[in-house]
């Protein structure tokens, strides 16, 4: 991002200078023109719901759509000849056709919000016919969005109307860490301390959220005080240039098409994330350094030096390599350590951990594969233990808020109570870990679930009973924590637990052949939705033996 805006400043504005305007002016919207047609294809050929091209999200796509529409709409100084107006016309209503297949209503708001700057910017200018067909294709335009938000409330989305909740939990998370935030991209991290009942269906915690969904909220929850600060010092100063750079010749008539695709990403990051998408922040960053760069001729253009060759910046050389070091080791090192771990498509060896550890040393969850890649498949050894334990705590100490991370390292101690020291002490330092990881994520009941079968297995069936509790309090319709509840009873009261554990099978089984199959088909579903028929036998014949 750096050095696209750095490339904008040196360069001259993006689309102002314009004897090329109109080759620079398509080519935004050329590649937009390639994704609207990758997107029919997904639509027709493959009934794909709300399809993201090749971006990651459809709110990404369609803001890079709404950049390019604005652009499109926006870079010229006079009127076009009239065939260049018409190709323009049917090429706006092929991008606008993706945004309406994209389903974004930030996106729309986006589009909204940049449209009324080139309408405010240009007014004046418009003849009379010209301001009543803008308005009316404005009309037909929001008639158009109304029906496409209508077709997408009756399709497959079930979380259409969440955002006030996570927009809730995000402003709690900025509430509890007034001063500097959770930390720079830290947002998932700590956002399952602040999951919501999404209320609909047997589970309640199965839609798990781990961003903002807002960028103006994400800066406060993530840097504090400072990041509010800058928000709204953005917002002013945005403001500021809408209303007085033209008037100070800041801004040239032919910048409005980029003054409004920012405006329009800046609406829409409300609502969105889009600083999460490289595609909308690089343009938005060559955007921006574009309407910062010179309009006078460059010092290498006005001053030569002896040679004849022009010289340059020492300034500019500084943050070219400025950025390089930071290009290498914010970029390449994290993207080589990927390659050699999840990027390799296989189980990493101990070796190739131990490399990517040396790539990226930032990453905790790295630095706990290579914890556990020192327990072996048979018999857990103490100089096994002692490294894996020494690593998983060193990628504790990277990230101490992270849930994960906590229950992984729980699992380290659990296995070693269990085959190594079978006492007591080594009982409560995994339990520690496993009540940890519960404060950091309160909404999860796999953990507690987890935790309680590690009790059962060392003989504390109180404990095991408990662990079962806090899981149906957060599920309630919920099977495997009633399993367990039905075993734990069973070690802790012997044959007098019989009938309570029948009706706590009984209920799993039930839950286990009702419900929703398709939450079942999910990752969460399969853990909380299902019952383990080893388990199930297991606890039968334990009844049967007691009742002899």
Known sequence: AGLSLLLGWHYKRFGTTFSNRAKLAWILPAVALLQVGYVLFRRLAHSEWR??????????????????????????????????????????????????????????????AGGAYLLLAGWHALKRRERVAVLAAAALAGIVVTGAMVQRFQGPDRFAMHRVGIWTGTAAMAWDHPWLGVGPNQFDWNARQYQFPDGEGDLAYDHLYSNSHSDWLRLPAEFGIPGTVFLALTLLGFAWVIRKGRKSGVLPPSSAGAVAALLALLVQSAFQNLSHSPAVYLTAAALIGGLLGRTDPLPSQRTRNRSGRGSVRPGSLLACAVLLVAFLAADVGPYLAYRLTDGAGRNPTRAELQQATRYNRLQPYIRMALAESYLPEGPLT???????????????????????????????????CRELFQDRVSRELALEHYLAAEALAPAMAMIPLEAGDFLLTVSDPQGAAAAADR??????????????????????????????????????????????????????????????????????????????
């Open 51 to 112: 399809s993201a091209g090749t971006l990651f999200n459809p709110n990404h796509l369609a803001a890079w759509l709404v950049v390019a529409l604005l652009l499109l709409a926006g870079t010229r100084d006079r009127r076009p000849a009239l065939r260049v107006a018409l190709l323009q016309g049917v090429a706006a209503l092929v991008l606008f056709t993706g945004l309406v297949l994209s389903g974004s209503r930030g996106g729309f708001v986006g589009l909204a």
């Open 382 to 416: 103490l100089d096994a233990y002692q490294a894996a334990r020494a690593h998983g705590e060193q990628a504790v100490r990277m990230h101490a808020g992270d849930a994960e991370l906590r229950r992984r390292l729980a699992r380290i101690e659990a296995r070693a």
């Open 471 to 548: 899981a149906l309090a957060l599920e309630p319709g919920s099977v495997p924590p009633r399993v367990l509840k039905a075993a734990a009873v069973l070690d802790r009261d012997g044959a007098r637990a019989i009938p309570a554990a029948g009706v706590l099978l009984d209920e799993a089984r039930a839950l286990a052949a009702g419900g929703d199959s398709g939450r079942r088909e999910s990752g969460y579903g399969r853990v909380m939705l299902l019952v383990d028929p080893a388990r199930e036998a297991a606890i039968a014949r334990r009844m049967a033996s007691l009742s002899e």
